[in-house]
């Protein structure tokens, strides 16, 4: 008889230290009889910190080593207050954090999205060592998996596009054979790797999109991402006041919220499941007891507004040098050149001669767009702007939302508007 299977996600601020580790380690003995595929995050903002390391070397400030020598050592200082000093893991995390060394004893690579790959995984390699070698002191067998030899991805790196047919079969012919051994399964999210054994990861937050892969090749009961909040609620709490948790959301409500930038979710997280029906439910690693929130097959209810508001956004004029209009084969050329550089396009308008779209404010990515488009297009930038989309809004909230704000562009549909704005500027008095 096929074992039933529960896939767990546990993000980084469930993990970001001893006593955090150590909660996840007692949710987890309420599940003891159950067979568990458990994803785990870099600790807390390990990641950000490993992004540092890798911009410090690819600049060459001369500050990498320093600043990938304090990640080691708050990963050092975790593990002192969980495991007595002559445990094996010490070594074990150290010949981790090793792998990555190797890249910044180099002259920095070309292609950085490569080189990033390799240095900010670390992170979730030795977080997950760490949390199956506790689990594993404290008598709850668990067995660590690499999850790079079991997801297959292409060679984009840092957004792995995966391929499903091999992932399938490496996940199938390993997965149910160690939950056979034990009943949980420990391994990392957000990491995959190519045909050539580099690791490439899939997506920054992309831990949720790998438990939901696991989810669907193993033919999940049910998949759990444990927050830090009580489920998926109707705005950022941390932005706004009398904030309501979502008890049931459906499939498509809940991948309309992702792809407007519900960070609660990874993007890529819901159609997996969709596709067999399995259930996902958000809940607290804080009050794990909670019912948190289901997403399903069910029909879409009467929902209450929900807020999303994505910062760090630029949005871009573009207009032709010539006399032509923005016509089919100026966006067809356009839209070529966005999906070439990875710029997602959040929202966008285009009238005769403009064609106008939010972005996320990638320095980099957007440099590379702006050369390529300088010989027949001029374009201007507008930074530090805010997208906000609400769905289910009625006028008067969107209004309140408007207060103290420019707003640049908006739209709106039947369920859903959107607005790109900028603070109002501060009036000084030789302004008035």
Same mark, same amino acid.
């Given at each position: 008889?096929?074992?039933?299977?529960?896939?767990?996600?546990?993000?980084? %601020?469930?993990? +970001?230290? %001893?006593?955090?580790?150590?909660?996840?380690?007692?949710?987890?003995?309420?599940?003891?009889?159950?067979?568990?595929?458990?994803?785990?995050?870099?600790?807390? +903002?390990?990641?950000?910190?490993?992004?540092?390391?890798?911009?410090?070397?690819?600049?060459?400030?001369?500050?990498?080593?320093?600043?990938?020598?304090?990640?080691?050592?708050? /990963?050092?200082?975790?593990?002192?207050?969980?495991?007595?000093?002559?445990?094996?893991?010490?070594?074990?995390?150290?010949?981790?954090?090793?792998?990555?060394? #190797?890249?910044?004893?180099?002259?920095?690579?070309?292609?950085?999205?490569?080189?990033?790959?390799?240095?900010?995984?670390?992170?979730?390699?030795?977080?997950?060592?760490?949390?199956?070698?506790?689990?594993?002191?404290?008598?709850?067998?668990?067995? #660590?998996?690499?999850?790079?030899?079991?997801?297959?991805?292409?060679?984009?790196?840092?957004?792995?596009?995966?391929? #499903?047919?091999?992932?399938?079969?490496?996940?199938?012919?390993?997965?149910?054979?160690?939950?056979?051994?034990?009943?949980?399964?420990?391994?990392?999210?957000?990491?995959?790797?190519?045909?050539?054994?580099?690791?490439?990861?899939?997506?920054?937050?992309?831990?949720?999109?790998?438990?939901?892969?696991?989810?669907?090749?193993?033919?999940?009961?049910?998949?759990?991402?444990?927050?830090?909040?009580?489920?998926?609620?109707?705005?950022?709490?941390?932005?706004?006041?009398?904030?309501?948790?979502?008890?049931?959301?459906?499939?498509?409500?809940?991948?309309?919220?992702?792809?407007?930038?519900?960070?609660?979710?990874?993007?890529?997280?819901?159609?997996?499941?969709?596709? +067999?029906?399995?259930?996902?439910?958000?809940?607290?690693?804080?009050?794990?007891?909670?019912?948190?929130?289901?997403?399903?097959?069910?029909?879409?209810?009467?929902?209450?507004?929900?807020?999303?508001?994505?910062?760090?956004?630029?949005?871009?004029?573009?207009?032709?040098?010539?006399?032509?209009?923005? %016509?089919? /084969? /100026?966006?067809?050329?356009?839209?070529?050149?966005?999906?070439?550089?990875?710029?997602?396009?959040?929202?966008?308008?285009?009238?005769?001669?403009?064609?106008?779209? !939010?972005?996320?404010?990638?320095?980099?990515?957007?440099?590379?767009?702006? +050369?390529?488009?300088? %010989?027949?297009?001029?374009?201007?930038?507008?930074?530090? !702007?805010?997208?906000?989309?609400?769905? /289910?809004?009625?006028?008067?909230?969107?209004?309140?939302?408007?207060?103290?704000?420019?707003?640049?562009?908006?739209?709106?549909?039947?369920?859903?508007?959107?607005?790109?704005?900028?603070?109002?500027?501060?009036?000084?008095?030789?302004?008035?």
């Amino acid at each position: 008889m096929k074992n039933i299977i529960k896939v767990f996600k546990f993000g980084g %601020a469930s993990v +970001k230290d %001893a006593d955090g580790i150590k909660n996840v380690a007692n949710i987890l003995s309420k599940f003891k009889d159950d067979h568990i595929l458990i994803v785990i995050s870099a600790m807390g +903002k390990t990641t950000n910190a490993l992004e540092e390391v890798v911009n410090a070397h690819a600049k060459k400030t001369g500050t990498a080593h320093e600043l990938y020598e304090a990640v080691k050592q708050q /990963h050092y200082a975790i593990m002192k207050n969980l495991f007595p000093e002559n445990h094996d893991i010490f070594p074990i995390v150290n010949d981790t954090f090793v792998e990555a060394e #190797w890249v910044l004893d180099e002259e920095p690579f070309e292609d950085y999205d490569y080189m990033y790959d390799q240095i900010v995984t670390i992170g979730e390699l030795v977080s997950t060592k760490i949390v199956a070698g506790y689990l594993n002191f404290i008598g709850a067998t668990t067995i #660590w998996l690499d999850s790079r030899d079991v997801i297959a991805s292409d060679n984009t790196y840092r957004e792995g596009r995966i391929i #499903w047919d091999k992932t399938m079969h490496l996940i199938n012919s390993k997965v149910p054979k160690l939950l056979e051994q034990s009943n949980f399964v420990l391994t990392q999210g957000f990491i995959a790797s190519t045909s050539e054994n580099f690791t490439v990861s899939l997506g920054r937050e992309g831990s949720d999109y790998s438990a939901a892969i696991f989810s669907y090749c193993l033919d999940a009961e049910s998949m759990t991402i444990w927050k830090d909040v009580k489920g998926v609620l109707t705005a950022d709490p941390r932005m706004f006041e009398n904030v309501s948790k979502l008890d049931r959301l459906s499939y498509k409500e809940a991948i309309e919220m992702t792809y407007y930038g519900a960070t609660v979710i990874h993007p890529k997280t819901i159609k997996p499941l969709q596709n +067999k029906g399995i259930p996902l439910y958000v809940k607290s690693f804080i009050e794990p007891e909670g019912d948190g929130t289901i997403i399903t097959n069910d029909v879409d209810t009467n929902y209450p507004p929900i807020i999303i508001i994505e910062k760090n956004q630029a949005l871009l004029y573009i207009s032709s040098k010539d006399f032509s209009f923005i %016509a089919e /084969h /100026h966006l067809s050329h356009l839209f070529s050149l966005f999906d070439k550089y990875r710029i997602w396009i959040n929202m966008m308008r285009n009238t005769a001669i403009s064609f106008l779209v !939010c972005v996320p404010n990638q320095p980099e990515r957007l440099k590379n767009l702006f +050369k390529a488009l300088e %010989a027949d297009f001029t374009v201007a930038k507008e930074e530090g !702007c805010e997208l906000v989309t609400v769905r /289910h809004y009625y006028p008067g909230l969107i209004e309140s939302l408007k207060t103290d704000k420019v707003v640049l562009i908006d739209e709106s549909g039947s369920k859903t508007f959107q607005m790109v704005t900028k603070n109002m500027p501060i009036m000084r008095r030789k302004d008035i």
